[in-house]
């Protein structure tokens, strides 16, 4: 018996998609960003290949080439773009603490070895030495969210699965689909959530209306692309 599966028309922005300027490679797809009020995708965030100062590729410059990415613009307009994030090494001043220093300031910096973010004697130093941490500036507009890869995906009874990517109408920028890997790592499916069920996206992940039964029983979908031998008559 063949396995139902559920076609969806559109182009889909996987993240973990191998990203492609005019003329070479430029990097991957890392995140995707969303205008919830509006439901259209309005950036893409590409982490080049030597790995650092991922750019806010504005989607206008992009389109879909299969499960790839490519970008309308060459590698040095690519490098001129905006970074997604800044990071500031900042010394610590004993007398403003910061109010939240998030984990990973602590854990993914060089200096994670020199002991906590404070004031520390050094031996030969007559005063105390700041240690340095870290400040991020995040360049995403006001009003859009990002979409990262392994968002918990909750539905109102509980979490159901991670987030893979979006799918795009044909023509424009409106997002039609949510993809999701439901179930576990090993036994999972890949389905597309229609955005009229997506409640919301923000920094705890997307929440679905729909209950975890309702998103097991999708079938696995598959993404086709309109060529002209595929679109539809007038």
């Given at each position: 018996?063949t ?18 300027c ?21 950036h ?8 650092i100062?991922?750019?806010?590729v ?9 499960r790839?990415?490519?970008?309308g ?19 610590m ?5 910061p ?28 005063e ?9 500036d995040?360049?995403v ?6 979409i ?23 023509e424009?920028?409106?997002?039609t689909?949510?993809l999701?890997d ?13 955005m ?8 705890d ?23 002209p031998?595929l679109?539809?008559?007038?």
């Amino acid at each position: 018996m063949t396995a139902t599966v559920n076609r969806v028309i559109g182009h889909q922005y996987v993240i973990g998609s191998r990203v492609y300027c005019a003329e070479c490679p430029c990097g991957y797809l890392t995140s995707a960003v969303v205008d919830p009020a509006t439901g259209r995708l309005e950036h893409l965030i590409v982490t080049p290949d030597h790995g650092i100062d991922s750019r806010l590729v504005p989607f206008a410059t992009a389109h879909c080439e299969g499960r790839a990415v490519r970008l309308g613009c060459t590698l040095d307009d690519f490098n001129a773009m905006e970074p997604a994030v800044d990071v500031h090494i900042t010394p610590m001043d004993p007398a403003r603490p910061p109010r939240h220093v998030p984990e990973e300031e602590n854990s993914a910096w060089p200096f994670f070895d020199l002991g906590p973010s404070e004031p520390a004697l050094g031996l030969a130093a007559p005063e105390p030495v700041l240690m340095p941490r870290i400040a991020y500036d995040d360049h995403v507009p006001v009003g859009e969210s990002r979409i990262y890869p392994g968002d918990h995906v909750h539905a109102s009874d509980g979490t159901i699965g991670h987030v893979r990517g979006v799918v795009v109408a044909p023509e424009g920028d409106m997002v039609t689909h949510i993809l999701v890997d439901e179930g576990l790592l090993r036994g999972h499916k890949r389905v597309a959530i229609p955005m009229e069920l997506v409640g919301g996206v923000g920094v705890d992940g997307v929440r679905v209306l729909m209950t975890r039964r309702e998103v097991k029983e999708l079938s696995p979908c598959e993404i086709v692309e309109l060529t002209p031998e595929l679109t539809p008559p007038l």
